[in-house]
Nanobody, 120 residues
Framework: QVQLVESGGGLVQSGGSLRLSCAASGFTFSRSWMYWLRQAPGKGLEWVSHINSSGGTIRYADSVKGRFTISRDNAKNTLYLQMNGLKPEDTAVYYC?????????????WGQGTQVTVSS
């Protein structure tokens, strides 16, 4: 079965950096589009970024563009999110998600999440 395990979250000061990782198993990672989502306290789930199977197509939400970088290592079945210039409004639980072809991220499968807290 699909298993996604996020790690790398923590407490950081405004302007700081974190690198999130997502270890994937139970499916063919190298053929899958992968997403990062987040949920801030009291808010709904929000799309952050996605990357296609080869890494040639990448998109970011406007709120993180220029600060976050998504990447993947298909040999290690691992997805990454490098987060620089963190702001208090980036505080959220971050999830990686596998989304089937033709589906939407809202219908993806995601892991347990990792907490990111940015202090001002």
């Amino acid at each position: 079965q699909v298993q996604l395990v996020e790690s790398g979250g923590g407490l950081v000061q405004s302007g700081g950096s974190l690198r999130l990782s997502c270890a994937a198993s139970g499916f063919t990672f190298s053929r899958s589009w992968m997403y990062w989502l987040r949920q801030a306290p009291g808010k709904g789930l929000e799309w952050v970024s996605h990357i296609n199977s080869s890494g040639g197509t990448i998109r970011y939400a406007d709120s993180v563009k220029g600060r976050f970088t998504i990447s993947r290592d298909n040999a290690k079945n691992t997805l990454y999110l490098q987060m620089n210039g963190l702001k208090p409004e980036d505080t959220a639980v971050y999830y990686c998600a596998k989304v089937d072809p033709g589906s939407t991220w809202q219908r993806g499968v995601w892991g347990q999440g990792t907490q990111v807290t940015v202090s001002s």
